[in-house]
């Protein structure tokens, strides 16, 4: 299939293929990098047996010292990142730049939920749930 032959009037955007909610186990690839907005961006392939083996979940870290829509420090990517780094049983290394941390454990396994949500679209999302990250068993 090519970007020639879509047409965009008629795909919906509603129509996602989402990822089921439930807990699954996950490789995190590499090519995590920075937004223009300082959030890092990354992503982890499903390893877990099933529908969903193979799929790849896009989730981000806003800047820590950001603030949200409603106004709230973003304090909580912190700690979301630094849960993955105990469930990766990697360590990042004093100094060392979070993006490149990311990248240098591409391949590291853990385990998180996934939970179905809709946003102020109305586009209902799989998102995986940073803050309840574990070892993969």
């Known amino acids: 299939m090519s970007w020639n032959n879509i047409n965009l009037k008629e795909v919906n955007p509603a129509q996602l293929d989402l990822v089921a909610p439930g807990t699954y186990v996950f490789t995190l690839n590499n090519g995590a990098k920075y937004?223009?907005?300082g959030a890092i961006l990354a992503?982890?392939?499903i390893e877990s047996d099933g529908?969903?083996?193979g799929k790849r979940v896009l989730f981000s870290y806003p800047d820590p010292e950001s603030t949200s829509a409603e106004g709230k420090i973003?304090?909580?990517?912190s700690v979301a990142l630094k849960r993955l780094e105990v469930a990766?049983?990697?360590?990042?290394?004093e100094g060392e730049d979070k993006v490149e941390f990311l990248n240098r454990i591409a391949g590291s396994?853990?385990?998180a939920g996934i939970a179905v949500k809709e946003?102020?679209?109305g586009t209902?999302?799989?998102n995986i749930q940073l803050l309840n990250v574990k070892p993969a068993a």
């Open 51 to 53: 529908d969903f083996k």
């Open 109 to 111: 396994k853990f385990s």
């Open 88 to 93: 990766t049983g990697q360590e990042c290394v």
């Open 124 to 126: 209902k999302r799989s």
């Open 35 to 37: 937004n223009e907005r």
């Open 43 to 45: 992503s982890a392939t």
């Open 119 to 121: 946003d102020h679209t």
């Open 74 to 77: 973003q304090t909580w990517s």
